[in-house]
């Protein structure tokens, strides 16, 4: 028995039995994906009018995959498929933890590929001299504008610049998840770079790998469950929601997860300096979630508020906000709230902020949800269960305003209910007790994601000041995670409903649209960060920038 016991042992360990998918289970896979976005996907005919991309239409594409001789390029096939939707909430991702990375970031500046991070430890000056500000020429032979144009489908977001910067990043950062072959890089890369100087270096940068590299497909054999849903990111909260809550929880998170490679994005620390004479208020300790202080400029003081994301629930941090927008009403002239490289969370958090800075009522997003009948039920149960313990009478309301607009979508086979307001029973919000009514300025850029896309929307759409930057990435939905296959084991985000303002709005990428989608928000006051004077000198003439625009508006308000 012992030998027996032995093999059967070895057979279990992570690995040492797997073999490659068999061809019916690679398409078996790919099927039940179409088939997600099939039941669940909210902005289907949107992206096929915008970008001619019917999610459908599976046919090329099983085609395709009968063709892959090997797992890893089946999962670059699913990357490529759920890429082509141009959604940042969707990607397809591996079961993998297996990251290379070369100790150096870069980002696009004024349209080059410059060097913004060095990890000294990986990286010694003294045998690689590279410096902030150096330009990014070549990799293993390849110009990067290459790189940029083959590894589009590892950072596809809801903007063509969004989209580039993301890729830019996933060229020294290569996290397998994302990218399916990763596994593929050698020891060490040789790497070109302009020095700012002009003269051109060689460099061979061993690659630093970390977790296990997964060369097949997980399960070669039936895995005895099927593809379903995932739990969204678990809120932050410090009180219990009760049972019936559950699911306008679940409805209202629009949001990505952290692991982008992007220097500051869901970061509480800026990624600009702040002038010479600023205060810190928040950001020094660690239960502080946002970053904050005050500074003087023309005269005024100013203060000054970082929401690095909206990822928290928790009372704790809606009391923290509301302690510096009273102190900030009392002790500043104006202020400026930076939501620039944010990545999200819930929506209703974004809605308890806007009411913080409103100084009349206003009307929050609305949300057109996709109707399937798991939700239906869900919120049939939700109504019947808040009645039962004698919920809140607006809990009640708003679970029956729900209900009817999603059954009757499902009943008449609608894709999307019209808008609906996630956080309450009615489409007016009222200022909070404790509000800003002086002038207020928004930092906002290409990657203020998703809840951070609606909150500039809300600022915008109420008149409470001028939106400071670049228009925001277009995430305009809500989302989860959903298991895609038996077999293979991958996940792709899923967008399950649409961010909708009460207003069209006109650009000239885009039809005519009261979506956020792809669409994005528009700066009143249009100034790029990316540029390499800011990163040489860390910001310092966007900072200058946007302390004339904020110090302006106190003087127009006077």
């Known amino acids: 028995m012992k030998p027996l016991l032995f093999a059967t042992l070895f057979c279990i360990l992570p690995g040492s039995c797997l073999a490659q998918l068999k061809p019916e289970q690679k398409l078996a896979d790919f099927q039940n994906l179409v088939g997600l976005y099939d039941k669940f996907y909210a902005p289907y005919e949107w992206k096929e009018q915008l970008f001619g991309f019917d999610a459908l239409d599976s046919t090329a594409w099983l085609t395709r995959v009968s063709q892959t001789t090997n797992d890893l390029d089946f999962y670059e096939l699913c990357v490529e498929y759920v890429a082509s939707l141009n959604d940042t909430h969707d990607a397809y991702t591996l079961p993998s933890d297996f990251v ?13 590929l410059l060097v913004d991070s060095i990890n000294r430890t990986t990286l010694p000056l003294s045998k690689y001299p590279i410096q902030i500000g150096d330009e990014f020429v070549s990799l293993d032979g390849k110009p990067v504008e290459q790189l940029l144009t083959d590894f589009a489908k590892y950072g596809r977001q809801g903007n063509p610049r969004s989209t580039r910067r993301l890729t830019a990043a996933r060229i020294t950062i290569r996290p397998q998840s994302f990218m399916p072959h990763a596994v593929d890089v050698g020891d060490s890369a040789t790497v070109v ?23 097949t497909g997980v399960v070669p054999n039936p895995a005895g469950s099927v593809a379903g849903r995932r739990q969204a990111d678990a809120p932050i909260v410090d009180d219990p929601i009760p049972d019936y809550m559950q699911a306008l929880v679940d409805v209202q998170y629009s949001g990505v997860a952290n692991d982008s490679g992007l220097n500051g994005y869901g970061s509480r620390t800026p990624i600009f300096a702040l002038p010479d004479g600023f205060v810190q ?82 009307r929050p997003i609305g949300y057109g949800l996709r109707a399937y009948y798991s939700r239906v039920a869900g919120f049939y149960a939700a109504l019947e269960s808040a009645k039962r313990v004698g919920a809140p009478q607006w809990v009640v309301d708003t679970y029956q305003a729900f209900y009817d607009e999603l059954n009757s979508a499902y009943q008449e086979n609608r894709g999307l209910t019209g808008p ?42 109420a008149g409470r000041g001028p939106l400071f930057g670049w228009r925001t990435n277009g995430a305009g939905g809500t989302n989860t995670t959903l298991d895609a296959g038996a077999y293979s084991q991958g996940s792709t985000g899923m967008t399950l409903g649409l961010q909708l303002r009460p207003k069209s709005i006109a650009t000239a990428e885009y039809p005519v649209t009261d979506r956020i989608e792809n669409v994005g928000v528009r700066p009143d006051i249009q100034v790029d960060y990316m540029t390499t004077e800011n990163l040489l000198q860390q910001g310092k003439p966007f900072v200058t920038a946007f302390t004339a625009a904020i110090v302006d508006l106190i003087g127009k308000g006077r």
């Open 100 to 112: 290379a990375r070369l100790g150096f970031t870069t980002d696009l500046y004024d349209g080059k």
């Open 193 to 215: 770079i302009r020095s700012q100087n002009g003269n051109l270096q060689t460099y061979d940068i061993p690659w630093s790998k970390t977790g296990t590299p997964l060369a």
């Open 281 to 362: 208020r928040l950001g020094l300790r660690s239960t502080d979630f946002f970053y904050s202080g005050t500074y003087t400029a023309g005269g005024f003081k100013i203060g000054y508020i970082r929401i690095p994301n909206y990822g928290s629930l928790a009372t704790s941090v809606q009391q923290q906000f509301d302690d510096e927008i009273a102190y900030f009403q009392k002790n500043t002239d104006g202020l400026v709230v930076d939501e620039m490289r944010n990545t999200g969370g819930f929506l209703c958090f974004g809605e308890n902020i806007m009411t913080r800075l409103a100084t009349a009522p206003f």
């Open 420 to 461: 609906l307001p996630i956080c309450g029973p009615s489409f007016t919000l009222n200022p909070a007790s404790v509000t800003y009514s002086k002038p207020v300025m928004m930092l906002i850029d290409e990657f203020s994601t998703s809840t951070a896309d609606s909150v500039p929307a809300m600022f915008q759409d």
